[in-house]
């Protein structure tokens, strides 16, 4: 419990603009677990401004900054040649990969329908996509529901929803509200709750279930639907 209070005290400081050596000092912490517990809160160049004039602190961040744009630009480089190697995907490539998402991120009870959970729109869309072009959901028919904490603006996360994948409000279920509030996240991508994403019959899961089970089955592995064991 105490490494997760120092870490939300690590991050707190950071988002005010405060450099590794200070939080360093503050916190009597080692730069190796800062650099992890703050590797996705990198301060603006409004921030680094500020800290030019501290000598020694404005040197480590400065170089700190070089480093993470040249990681960023290997990583652009890493990206173009997925682009190139991966795309576009063919008619029976993109079944499969939203099979492979919903056998990670999908609800497998059998009697509900479609569901997957995610913090993240990109995966949502995704499986939007996956739903109403590979599936043949009709979109209008696709339900929201939201999970969010109780700190947090609930009209304003439903716009942000909406907007994000262009689904009507009426089409959002009453969200469910977390008795804690953001303050307890203890790692980034909750800045929006969790969008859960519901479409399809019963007879459609089924489908999609057997599917994972065949490919499961085909390299001797084994899942579990309901907490009963399925294999081949």
């Known amino acids: 419990m105490a490494k997760i209070l120092e870490r939300r005290k690590a991050i707190r400081l950071r988002k005010q603009g405060k450099s590794y050596n200070r939080i360093k000092k503050t916190l009597n912490i080692s730069k190796s677990t800062l650099s992890h517990w703050l590797k996705d809160y990198p301060l603006s160049k409004k921030q680094l401004k500020l800290l030019r004039s501290q000598g020694e602190e404005s040197r480590i961040e400065n170089f700190r900054e070089t480093m993470r744009a040249k990681r960023e630009k290997r990583l652009e480089n890493v990206f173009r040649k997925a682009e190139r190697e991966l795309l576009p995907l063919s008619r029976k490539e993109l079944p499969m990969a939203g099979l492979f998402l919903y056998w990670g991120e999908g609800t497998k009870v059998m009697n509900k329908s479609l569901i997957v959970t995610n913090t993240d729109p990109s995966v949502i869309k995704f499986t939007l996509f996956w739903m109403t072009k590979i599936l043949n959901i009709p979109k209008h ?92």
């Not at 603006?153 to 009426?170: A, C, G, T, V």
């Not at 469910?176 to 479409?199: E, L, M, P, Q, R």
């Open 141 to 232: 028919k696709i339900k929201m529901s939201l999970h969010l904490y109780k700190d947090m603006n609930i009209k304003k996360e439903h716009q942000f929803w909406s907007k994000e994948l262009n689904i009507p409000l009426r089409q959002f279920r009453k969200p469910y509200i977390k008795k804690t509030s953001t303050t307890s996240v203890d790692h980034s991508g909750f800045n929006h709750g969790t969008c859960a994403i519901v479409g399809g019959d019963v007879r459609l899961k089924e489908e999609v279930m057997m599917g994972i089970k065949a490919i499961a089955n085909k390299y001797n592995q084994k899942i579990t639907i309901s907490g009963a064991w399925l294999s081949g």
